[in-house]
């Protein structure tokens, strides 16, 4: 149970301060450029509403009540979504694991050849800036790589061990930040890598094949992952994808398989993009309790209540009596006000 706690010092509800701080709009208190810095001068010149001191642990309850509901109500939302995502990833991996009697199982050397890319020589101003796409393994995130944050030039492509890919290709990061590792994406333009994405460029019997195994690749993330060797950084690499199982179905099958693996697609999208404006308008709501409680209106006013400007006078007026404590010639710690 949380208690209420008072500063009679302020004449303030703790709580109440801490909400109203939380929600103050800062524009033209906090300075700065890359990094916004409140100073200890600009925050003592925030203008603080105050009510009544029994008010304020009133609008603190109802506020705390509206937000604890509005917050189950988020976490169930967050909690549906989340299963929602898991529901269609096993799903998918049961759809790709599958294997019958007329299955047959390939590596994906057996499919593809298997290269990487490379990083040319920074030092090489002429070798950058160029019109040649230069992927990197972050933009592996994506479903399909449609441009590049960078660009090499024709002169680094013959210089180099770049190799220009074609559209179709597919890409899989070997290595890079956080949960980039074992992303699988699909070249849409003809570009060149670098040497943390594996292209996978489908032999022309299996070209047909490439939305299934790329389906396959995704669903198998999580397996892919735990294939990295190394110590403090575990990558994968070109010998440990030309690896990897792929379970094919018949040709004739496997256009119902992807039309069913499409569908958990779009549902699952179709329920995230709910949840998103489900929570969007929880944000919004959250806002709005709090502007409102701060301008009056969440809940009536009582007249009889004592005016906040009363109680802080009649504080001051009592400190000011207090006689001041004698010096002595060793300093003591300050006595620190009572908090009910």
């Known amino acids: 149970m949380n208690k209420k706690v008072t500063n009679l010092n ?26 916004l810095k409140l100073t200890k001068s600009a925050m003592s010149e925030i203008p603080v509403k105050l009510p009544p001191l029994v008010e304020q642990h009133r609008i603190v309850a109802a506020l705390e009540d509206h937000l604890s509901r509005l917050d189950v109500g988020a976490r169930l939302v967050e909690n549906a979504q989340d299963r929602g995502h898991a529901l269609r990833r096993s799903s998918i991996t049961e759809l790709t694991n599958r294997v019958e009697d007329d299955w047959v199982v390939l590596t994906i050397g057996d499919m593809a050849s298997v290269t990487s890319g490379a990083t040319p020589l920074r030092s090489r101003c002429d ?82 094949r490439r939305p299934w195994i790329k389906l396959s690749l995704e669903a198998m993330y999580e397996q892919n992952r735990k294939l990295a060797v190394g110590g403090v950084q575990p990558n994968l690499n070109l010998s440990l994808i030309r690896k990897i199982r792929i379970n094919l179905p018949p040709a004739e099958k496997q256009d ?36 409102e409680a701060f301008a009056g209106r969440l809940l009536p006013q009582d007249s009889n209540d004592e005016p906040a400007s009363v109680l802080l006078e009649r504080n001051r007026a009592e400190r000011a009596e207090q006689p001041k404590a004698k010096r002595t010639r060793r300093a003591t710690p300050p006595i620190q006000e009572t908090l009910l």
């Open 10 to 35: 302020t004449g303030s509800c703790n709580r109440y301060l801490f909400y109203f701080l939380n929600n103050f709009d800062y524009h033209g208190y906090a300075t700065g450029t890359t990094r």
């Open 127 to 208: 070798y950058y800036n160029g019109s040649i796409p230069w992927v990197t393994s972050t933009l592996l995130n994506r479903a399909f790589v449609d441009d590049a944050e960078q660009h090499v030039t024709e002169k680094a492509l013959k210089e180099s061990s770049l190799k220009l890919l074609k559209p179709g290709t597919l890409l899989l990061a070997m290595y890079g930040e956080g949960q980039t590792r074992g992303r699988c994406s699909e070249l849409r333009i003809a570009a060149t890598t670098n040497q943390a994405c594996a292209a996978i460029s489908l032999n022309d019997e299996y070209e047909d």
């Open 256 to 291: 119902d398989l992807l039309v069913e693996a499409e569908a958990l697609r779009t549902s699952t999208v179709r329920v995230a993009s709910e949840s998103s404006m489900v929570l969007a308008r929880a944000a919004q709501l959250r806002r709005l309790l709090l502007t």
